[in-house]
């Protein structure tokens, strides 16, 4: 149980373009879906929290006209990096939470995103 | 001052040894501790969860946390090659939806 998927598990873009990720909750219904993303050799750094139908909240310093995020149903959650640049490049990785009685967040497989 | 501070190793043992892992932090609303393990280029894989103090056992794993102290930490006994992966401890003060902190992560070799 307890399973979220990612897709792509990895792209490679021209620098301008947009790409989009999308993250399900495949055996549960996620009230919550988190963004994240991971530089090599660092921690993930929280960039966002959506709740089903609701606007994503952005932490501070996230751009949100950048990284759009829609969370248009209980099992999927996207995320939209525009006009992607070479400093986008990393490794984005989206965790859902399945709401009252569930511990904890779980975590899926992650999208390496190349941007050249 | 971070809020969790984890020494990002990289930590090399011989297998069949006790891996001792680590974690302080400086949030006293935290109730929520976590350990998860991530094999490079994949996400994080849940493997512990525990709430305020005490010890949590899982087979060759065990989570202590000492919140009179700030400081958690994660036992691997009998370590073996396939626990070669980091280690990122993580803390909430809410349940799963909340926030959760986690730290820069400790890389594990564990040498055959």
Redesign the interface.
Known sequence: GAVVSQHPSWVICKSGTSVKIECRSLDFQATTMFWYRQFPKQSLMLMATSNEGSKATYEQGVEKDKFLINHASLTLSTLTVTSAHPEDSSFYICSAYGGTGAETQYFGPGTRLLVL | QKEVEQD?GPLSVPEGAIVSLNCTYSNSAFQ?F?W?RQYS??????LM?TYSSGNKEDGRFTAQVDKSSKYISLFIRDSQPSDSATY?CAMSAQ???Q??T????TKLQVIP
């Open positions: 990002p929520y976590m998860y280029r994949k996400g994080p894989e849940l969860y990122l349940r799963g939806y926030k959760v986690f730290g820069t992560g």
